[in-house]
């Protein structure tokens, strides 16, 4: 694991100290658990707009493709292509 150095704005300080209490984790446990979900957020999102494939999603958040699914399903993303992309994509084969 890489150790980093950063400024922390003071909201983001009181999210921490929040979710450590919370889940009666340490402070450092409580900053890599925001910081893992803020990160597949951003991966879920670039995904529904189409910026990413499931694959490329998968591969960032080191996730296999059926866990990528249903971790996108529990935040509501649904996939990025229309029943017409299928249907074009089989008369192009």
């Known amino acids: 694991m890489k150790v980093k150095s950063i400024r922390i704005p003071e909201e983001i300080d009181r999210a921490i100290d929040y979710v450590a209490r919370s889940e009666k984790l340490e402070k450092n446990s409580s900053l890599r658990k925001l910081t893992r ?52 994509g089989l008369k192009a084969r």
């Open 37 to 88: 979900l803020g990160f597949e957020l951003y991966v879920a999102k670039s995904y529904e707009r189409g910026k990413l494939t499931l694959r490329e999603a998968a591969d960032l958040l080191n996730l296999t493709l059926a866990e990528t699914i249903d971790l996108f399903s529990e935040m509501g993303i649904k996939g990025n292509i229309s029943a017409k992309d299928v249907m074009d």
